[in-house]
């Protein structure tokens, strides 16, 4: 080989490099805002998921009965690891972090498993499997791409579907607020009056407060509850100082149990197909595409801020969707305008005064407030199941695995004769509704059956609805049924569509769009 053709291959990977560089450079991902400006936006990001990220830690102990201290130490450490996590996703060293404009936070895909796992075996196993499940996204991080096949949108659409359904009976738990006689109706007036507050500040607020419609929705409807004596209890927050230390196992050393883990590591899995797809979606919004050495490198990210997450007494970790959506939003490119939110986050989180206001907010209010925020998770599962053509055994996927996701929902002792390991896995509809998707589309749609039914119609004629409403929607000679309007053409629309028709360019003939319109009736 020549020594020209040698320095050619040398400089090729520099100039390769040196192109990537600048173009990271134009699109403004690597630049610093001053910082006049970066506080605020960080600021922007923080409230845009903040009471998505205290929800978790809210709904986890008031589940295991745990106190006021305790639940305000959980919304601390929360937020303490949420901030480290962001940090180390924006910045980044060696392999770990995409080095993208990402916020990280709590999961609510774990909510279902870590309350099954705490009431059962206490919450140093939730800990502990918390530890599991981030060495296990840590170790599969690199091949995780090779096993994005079996989370298609059918099934992650299915499992986000079922994580907010799924939810929705945590929120009704605020509202009645342990009530044995059904919700008072003070609380349900509370409920229904955050939930109005929310939608008025979406139908007329500008942008920058629509971003942070549930977090306004809780704080008005909290000064509302401040005039009902008995509703807001803020004691805690005269006992509570002004910083603390966020120490490791606060609650005890972690405990490894199996089926524990095992519950864990599918979420993991759900954990690891989301943040993919808020890493593609971040990259193609900044115009920096996500690389699958990059995807790795986030995915390594969000294991070890699961595996600090067990340490440091909080849960596993995943990049908040809803921030993906403000940076598009805004046009701020810059990943340390997310690196300015994990600062702040964990400021916040080592203040234990603003965690004991967090934890004050009556339960009536925040049973409004999850109301949208949960179904705000079911939306987005829906969103992606929007992705998907739903023929027959599509629908029967989402049709089965929502059913058996429910089941433990609708009556939670349906399990309560099986084995401890079984119950700690499919006790949580998440778990049991993900694991039926998963299967149910490798049964059902593999390469050979997609390709036998590529030219069925969507919404073939055996599913539902059925019966003569569905024979209308795909019969040939509907007219008539009175089931759906239908107009026939009189001479005078016919001449007119006729002569629409014949000028080029401006509608395909109708033989060319099959569809012919239909004869008039005869007179």
């Known amino acids: 080989m020549t020594t020209d053709a040698k320095a050619g291959e040398a400089t090729e990977p520099t100039d390769k490099q040196a192109a990537r560089r600048a173009r990271a450079a134009a699109n403004g991902v690597d630049t610093v805002p001053p910082l006049a400006r970066l506080f605020p936006l960080g600021l922007q990001h923080v409230l845009a998921m903040y009471a998505g990220a205290v929800a978790v830690p809210l709904i986890v102990g008031g589940a295991l009965g745990y106190s006021s201290a305790d639940l305000a130490f959980l919304i601390s450490a929360d937020l303490f690891v949420a901030g480290i996590a962001t940090v180390i996703q924006s910045v980044g060293f060696w392999r770990f972090g995409v080095r993208l404009p990402l916020i990280q936070g709590v999961t609510f895909a774990a909510v279902g498993p870590m309350i099954a796992i705490g009431q059962a075996q206490g919450i140093q196993a939730v800990f502990g499997a918390t530890i599991a499940c981030g060495l296990f996204m840590l170790l599969a991080a690199p091949f995780f791409s ?6 298609p949108p059918i099934v992650t659409g299915t499992v986000i579907l079922i994580i907010g359904l799924s939810l929705m009976r945590v929120a009704a738990g605020w509202i009645v607020d342990g009530s044995t006689e059904g919700a008072p109706p003070i609380n349900v007036a509370y409920a229904v009056g955050t939930l109005i507050v929310i939608v008025l500040i979406e139908r007329f607020g500008p942008p920058a407060l629509q971003r942070v419609s549930v977090l306004l929705g809780l704080v008005v409807g909290t000064i509302a509850a401040l005039f009902v004596p008995g509703m807001v209890d803020w004691s805690g927050v005269g ?11 606060h609650f005890g050393l972690p405990t490894f149990e199996f089926a524990a883990i095992v519950s864990m590591i599918i979420v993991g899995l759900v954990i690891m197909t989301e943040t993919t797809g808020d890493m593609i979606a971040v990259g193609e919004i900044v115009q920096k595409p996500v690389t699958r050495r990059q995807l790795a490198d986030g995915l390594r990210a969000d294991g070890l801020g699961t595996v600090l997450g067990g340490v440091f ?37 080592l203040i234990p005064k603003i965690s004991a206001i967090v934890e004050g907010v009556p339960r009536a209010v925040l049973g409004g407030a999850g109301i949208a925020l949960f179904g705000m998770v079911a939306a987005a599962g829906i969103r992606t199941l929007a992705k998907v053509r739903f023929d027959n055994r599509n629908i029967l996927i989402v049709a089965i695995s929502v059913g058996v996701a429910l089941l433990p929902t609708v009556t939670p002792t349906i399990y309560d004769q099986f084995p401890e390991w079984f119950t700690l896995i499919f006790d949580s509809g998440i ?15 593999t390469a050979e059956m997609r390709a036998a039914r590529a030219e069925d119609r969507a919404f073939p004629a055996h599913d539902a609805p059925r019966g003569p409403a569905a024979a209308a929607l795909v019969h040939p000679e509907a007219e008539g049924t009175g089931l759906i309007p239908t107009q026939a053409l009189d001479a005078r629309s016919r001449a007119a569509a006729e002569a629409d028709a014949a000028v080029p360019g401006d509608a395909m003939p109708e033989e060319a769009s099959g569809l012919t319109p239909p004869e008039p009736p005869a007179r």
């Open 146 to 151: 090779q096993l994005l096949r079996f989370f």
């Open 313 to 349: 007494n909080t849960f596993p970790y995943t990049a908040f969707a809803q921030n993906v959506g403000l940076v598009s939003l805004t046009g701020v490119r810059s990943r340390y305008v997310a690196t300015a939110a994990g600062g702040i986050l964990i400021i916040l989180g």
């Open 239 to 249: 006992e509570a100082g002004w910083f603390a230390l966020i120490t490791p196992f």
């Open 431 to 445: 778990s049991a509704g993900a694991i039926t998707a998963i299967l149910l589309n490798l049964l059902l749609n």
